[in-house]
Structures are given as C-alpha cells and as structure tokens.
C-alpha cells in the first residue's frame, strides 16, 4: 500500500492519492489558515472507521443472506482537550440499515466488525473507547 500526499497550495491544502489514482483532498481549520477545501486529517480517521465497518458488515450480512439494500453510518468522535496530540478518546458508530433483515444477525455483525475485524477500529482502540449502535429502517415502497 503507498499513499502519495501533495501539497496543492500555500496554505494547508493537500490532495492524497493512492497507486489508483484515487484521490481524497484534505485541509486544516479555517482557525489556523485553512480553506474548508478538503477533510481535516482527523475527520479522515473516522472516514476510514466508517468505510471499513461498512464494508465488514456487508460482507458479514451477505454471507448470512441479509438482503442489505443500504446503509448509512454516522460517527460522532471526541477528542482529549487541551492535549499535543488530541487523540481519540470516545467514538460513537450509529449504523442505519435497510432491508429485510434479521435483527440479531445485524446486531452481532457489527458487533464482530467492530471488536473483531474492522482494522481501523483495532488502531483506534488503543486510545478511544469505541461504542456502536443501529436502526433498522424500512425499505420504501417502489
């Protein structure tokens, strides 16, 4: 895996891209010279929980064959105040999950993502007390 960071203006404004070309534009606050330009550092962070407890959980509930027809994650994240580095210290993940689908079966497949296989949660446990929660939400008439 290789990252490449560039930096895109005289400020704080960087764009990484991967050996896909794929790219992700990130920024500092407005607070000490950034533009809103592209994701705080951080945010990133929490992006990749997101990604990768999405990406465990559909394959957990494919596996089941739990029809997922979509999903939603939203993470809240707080951080030590008033500390050089502000590392995570608590971490919420609020899964909302769409199909006909078994609620034990959702509950414990996040709950392995989660304390088992999502590699980013795994790095940010070691600062940060991780909890999680969902709602199954009903799929829309066609």
Not at 18 to 40: C, F, H, K, V
Not at 94 to 117: C, M, P, Q, S
Request: glycine letters at 6%; charged letters at 25%; hydrophobic letters at 40%.
């Amino acid at each position: 895996m290789k990252i490449e960071v560039t930096r895109l203006n005289e400020d704080y404004h960087f764009r990484a891209a991967n050996e896909n070309g794929t790219t992700l534009d990130m920024d500092a606050s407005p607070e000490i010279g950034g533009q809103n330009r592209g994701m705080r550092p951080m945010q990133v962070l929490l992006a990749g929980l997101g990604g990768c407890s999405s990406i465990d959980v559909i394959s957990i509930l494919n596996k089941q064959k739990q029809p997922i027809r979509d999903l939603r994650v939203t993470i809240d994240g707080e951080r030590a105040a008033d500390q050089v580095p502000s590392l995570f210290t608590r971490i919420h993940v609020h899964f909302a999950l769409t199909g006909n689908l078994d609620e034990e079966k959702v509950r414990k497949a996040i709950a392995l993502t989660l304390d088992k296989y999502c590699s980013v949660a795994k790095i940010l446990e070691k600062t940060a007390v991780i909890t999680h929660s969902f709602t199954l939400l009903q799929e829309q008439p066609a």
